[in-house]
């Protein structure tokens, strides 16, 4: 709704989610988007890790689909979160080394 307020979109995956045609096209397009509005941009596997990381959805919840989140923050300096700052640090160190969307393995603990 507000692309302003977007700070980073996660694309998430794994091993099994390589060979779907559907996914990698939503991918792209997700990608061309976040690309025309300055929006970081990450790829990250282990799913199973990433939904460990942001908790169980509350009781009668929609199930979630983790393979594209966007995280946003609502004020005008969306970089002042410390962990954010350091994510947007990588990801434009890794375009200055022609790695267009950076990736990240999330390990299980």
């Known amino acids: ?31 061309a988007f976040c690309c025309d509005n300055d ?15 942001l908790g169980e959805p509350e009781p009668g919840a929609e199930p979630r689909d983790l393979h594209c989140l966007l995280v946003t923050n609502p004020h005008t300096d969306a970089w002042k979160s410390q962990g954010l700052a350091e994510v947007a640090s990588y990801c434009a160190e890794s375009r200055d080394k022609n790695q267009w969307v950076p990736y990240v393995c999330l390990q299980e603990r």
């Open 1 to 31: 709704r507000d692309p302003d307020s977007v700070v980073l979109c996660l694309l998430a995956t794994d091993e099994e989610d390589e060979g779907d045609i559907a996914l990698q096209i939503h991918f792209t397009l997700i990608q």
């Open 39 to 53: 929006i970081h941009i990450l790829r990250v596997s282990g799913m199973q890790r990433l939904a460990a990381i």
